[in-house]
């Protein structure tokens, strides 16, 4: 089993759609959760960290359920320049130490 | 603020031949990592540094990689001998440490013919 899994996507949605997208994590011993943005040819770049409580930036949702060791994040009113690959990223403790583990990256389209 | 500076931006070279890359972190992070990105995956962890001292290396293929981070402050990645799986995106990353978010550099795009 992969250690950080993400909706195989690619998702094609409309301009004004709401999309989600889901994470799946392994480590139960996690402790911090981010989402970034990798635009094409590009470095990712982080979007938002995720919190427990839950938390919202603009038209950017984020969630965080421990118990099922899921993330997601919701874009409302979705723009054309949101198009892009969204990369779930999980801080895990292992022998080494913290390890920054990032998903496969889950790619959008928006459409006129 | 300055963000995380890599160099070169571009690199070809042939298979056997030996290649190296540079990054700066941001100033002040002491936790330094290279990651390496194949199209359409995410990012792989190579190496972790904190300051000076390596943290994980365990998916370094350690027969033809090396890094160093020698005063904890800039780093370099060399490959050598390249091989043709090693055509991928070499990413810098520095963070506060902790918990904290990573920021990436530009990254450098290694095309090996």
């Known amino acids: 089993r992969k250690e950080v899994e993400q909706d195989p996507g690619p998702f094609n949605v409309p301009e004004g759609a709401t999309v989600a997208f889901n994470c799946t994590y392994s480590?139960?011993?996690?402790?911090?959760f981010f989402w970034y943005r990798q635009d094409c040819r590009k470095e990712p770049k982080l979007l938002m960290s995720v919190y427990s409580s839950g938390n919202e930036d603009g038209r950017f949702t984020a969630q965080l359920n421990r118990a099922s060791q899921y993330i997601s994040l919701l874009i409302r009113d979705s723009k054309l320049s949101d198009s892009a690959t969204y990369l779930c990223?999980?801080?895990?403790?292992?022998?080494?130490?913290?390890?920054?583990?990032f998903g496969p990256g889950t790619r959008l389209s928006v459409l006129p | 603020e300055a963000g995380v500076a890599q160099s070169p931006r571009y690199k070809i070279i042939e298979k056997r031949q030996s290649v190296a890359f540079w990054c700066n972190p941001i100033?002040?992070?002491?936790?330094l990592y290279w990651y390496q990105q194949i199209l359409g995956q995410g990012p792989k962890l190579l190496i972790q540094?904190?300051?000076?001292?390596?943290?994980?290396d365990s998916q370094l293929p350690k027969d033809r990689f090396s890094a160093e981070r020698l005063k904890g402050v800039d780093s370099t990645l060399k490959i050598q001998p390249a091989k043709l799986e090693d055509s991928a995106v070499y990413l810098c990353?520095?963070?506060?440490?902790?918990?904290?978010?990573?920021?990436f550099g530009d990254g450098t795009r290694l095309s090996i013919l």
């Open positions: 990223v999980v801080n895990m403790r292992d022998n080494y130490g913290q390890n920054f583990v």
């Open positions: 100033s002040g992070h002491a936790t």
């Open positions: 990353a520095s963070s506060d440490g902790g918990n904290q978010p990573q920021h």
């Open positions: 480590n139960s011993a996690s402790q911090s």
């Open positions: 540094f904190q300051n000076n001292g390596v943290v994980d």
